[in-house]
């Protein structure tokens, strides 16, 4: 049988901060033991689990890996607007005129990442 892939790690300054940024974009919570200052915080969300660990490196470069949201109950735009309002900032912007394209949003930690357009809004 081939691995698995048990979580995506993702190093950063504060665990336990970035995790709490990244439970609430994906509507879930932290781990029941994790705590503020812990080196390491876990989100469990359907289809996927983020391993936060805090390294002493701050980040210097673009991600060379990333995370693609698709929304589920709203827009691809009332989810940008959302996860902006938690504390992501706008790195760059993709829609098209047609309604197509993405946007990338920067978490708390500068890490980039993608907001698609919702399976609604594909299928439209």
Not at 60 to 82: G, W
Not at 100 to 118: K, M, P, Q, Y
Request: glycine share 8%; hydrophobic share 40%; net charge negative.
């Amino acid at each position: 049988m081939a691995s698995l892939v048990r979580h995506v790690t993702i190093d950063c300054a504060d665990a336990y901060a970035l995790g709490s940024f990244w439970a609430r974009v994906l509507d879930t919570s932290l781990g029941e033991d994790d705590e503020p200052g812990d080196p390491e915080a876990l989100v469990k969300a359907p289809g996927i689990v983020l391993l936060f660990v805090t390294v002493a490196e701050a980040k210097t470069v673009k991600n060379r890996v990333h995370l693609d949201l698709q929304p589920q109950d709203r827009s691809r735009d009332a989810e940008v607007e959302r996860l902006r309002a938690l504390g992501a900032g706008l790195v760059s912007d993709h829609r098209r005129p047609d309604g197509t394209g993405w946007v990338t949003l920067a978490d708390i930690e500068g890490n980039e990442f993608c907001v698609e357009r919702s399976a609604a809004e594909r299928t439209a």
